[in-house]
């Protein structure tokens, strides 16, 4: 099997035909740069707060610039200098976590898992698609989705935090490349005139087109009967689209002002002395002009009631109204529409319809009064909260609770449960007189419990007295005969403390969890040593040997601390070095050596290929290039060398 390991920050290799030099580097936020070493491609972006921070590999460098190689714009359009700088220089940088792809630039997978993300700010992922399931990254990106998909090492992944995934109905913004702006390109307005005013009497639409292929639109609409809202292209230079609100002098129907009307007919929008819906009158007023009127409020309960009349005699103009008095009060130019009639189990209080049935207050439970017709009954508890039970209209704790905390046997206490309490107290003999033992109750899973505990100093009103001496392993503690050693908690293990010279000392671990030990006398994450493979697996070629930490549920990452030759270390991983000529660390075709040929970002390794006769597979430099033999070992092939 062939095996060639190629990193993706492999291709920063070219930079080195169009980077600037510059000597005494200080640096400056928004400055990319590389170290001036043609075996260190790997580019960084200096931070608002001058730390530098590694660009992971090519794909996420390119969601953030647009452009090649000779021509790095950045996501605005402009040209983009990458600054080489030396080794001292660099270190003196302090380094920080590294750059993520650009929100809304692109989907994104890594590349242990079928998994598909959208990128929202500061490195959020939301998952759009599974390896079973693709429909929402269909239904929000289109059928072509794959196309903007970039793949990420599994390695970076915890550059990233995973968020809540989306759904079909998520709103997500368009995903654009650098230096693309997602922007209207034009604004029309139906109802625009021609002289530069809105036509206010006309039903319009202003329709915004996108550079996606969408339209937005939006419609003129009446807000109420005299008032228009209507919507207009802005003129400031921008392509946006923005609302403004009319009153119209005549009303406003189906999205316009009513410009004019036949005032030789009286209209009246309600139907007449409809004093519930507000309306406009339009015909001839007392002046012999045209008039629109609407209904209004005179006050809170005043209703004026437009309506139309046939002029007769002395009257001039169709117009008159008339103020009503509203029961339930009037708003918005109607009379609030009162409740005529209640439903089963209602009742009428303040001309509104209520239940015959109210929730009260009561102590750990919920409680409700009914209506008898002319007033509320009393407070009857209906259930209680959980944890208590019902007893006598009242709610008691269904648990058990001892007001000592426990077995104190130098505190009288009271166990509670229910509509049970049973006292600690002390115990006489069989003269009456008292024995020394306490009886004490206390809580169990079971409910109330009591012992009888022997009081050295003697029993009094259900308490032990304090003792003067103890017997051999017991101290004198706050005048009670306390063991000279007792149990304490300690972290991942457990613990204990002594009592010495009139003190507890420290808790000190005795014993500790699986995978934990004891150092300095509490437990700790237990390590080990590790190697780090090529592919974080087992089976992977070694490239550099680290240590492993307990989590506290596994074994965590192997963070390398030593690389082979020809690797370097970055964040506790071994990644190979640029190599611009082929090297082979076993100097040539040595079958009995495993090793390793370099050249680029890539190399391979030596290995017995069960698919090819268990022959060995020997990399070796020809021409400045890694090549691979297959050679037949006459002892067998083992562990990627010949068995001598």
Known sequence: MKKIIILAFALFGSLA??????????????????????TKPALYLIDSQGNRQLYSNAVTFWTWHSGDWNNIKDVNGNKVTLKLISQSDFDNIPSTKNVVARANSTLLKFDNSGNIYTVADDGVINKVATSDDDSVAKKLYGDNYKNQIIVIQNSFQNDYIEGQPLTISSSVPQLT????????????????GSDGSEAIYDFGKTVLKNSNGNDTAYEDSCSDIYTNKEWQCKHDGTIQAESFYIECSNGCENGHCVKSFDSSVCTDSDG????????????LGWDNKPHANFDSC?????LREGFCIVPTGNVVGTLSSKDVTCPSGCKNGACVNPDTSCVTGQHKENDNCISDFQTCTIANGTAQKSWNGTTWGDCTLASCNSGYEKYNNECKNSSCVDSDGGQNYYVKGTATMGWQTTPDWCSTDSTGLNSGWIVEAWCDSNGIRQDWHFCPGGCSNGTCLQATSCSSGQHLENDRCEANIKSCNMLYGTGQQTWAN?????????????????????????????????DDTDTGFVVGTGIQTWNGDSWGMCNATSCLPGFELNGNRCFASFHPNC?????????????????????????????????????????????????????????GACIQ
């Not at 007449?272 to 015909?283: A, D, H, L």
């Not at 075709?589 to 190399?603: A, C, H, P």
């Not at 022959?615 to 691979?628: A, T």
């Open 298 to 302: 005179v006050d809170a309960t005043v």
């Open 272 to 283: 007449g002395q409809n004093y519930t819906v507000q309306g406009v009158i339009r015909g």
């Open 583 to 639: 090297v082979d660390y076993d100097s040539g075709k040595d079958y009995f050596t495993k090793s390793y040929t370099m050249f680029g970002s890539g190399f391979g390794y030596d290995y017995c290929d069960t698919s090819h006769n268990n022959d060995l597979g020997e990399w070796y430099c020809l021409n400045n290039m890694y090549n691979l033999q297959y050679y037949t070992c006459p002892k067998g092939c083992s562990n």
């Open 502 to 534: 009139g003190a507890w000392s420290d808790c000190q671990a005795v014993s500790c969890s699986t995978n934990y030990e004891i150092k300095n006398n509490i437990c700790v994450a237990a390590t080990k040593y590790c190697s780090q493979t090529d």
């Open 17 to 38: 035909l169009f980077i600037a030099v510059y000597a005494d580097y200080s640096p400056s936020p928004g400055d990319i740069i590389k170290v001036d070493d043609k």
């Open 177 to 192: 490349q650098p230096g693309q702006v997602l922007s209207y390109i034009s604004c029309i307005d139906s109802d625009y």
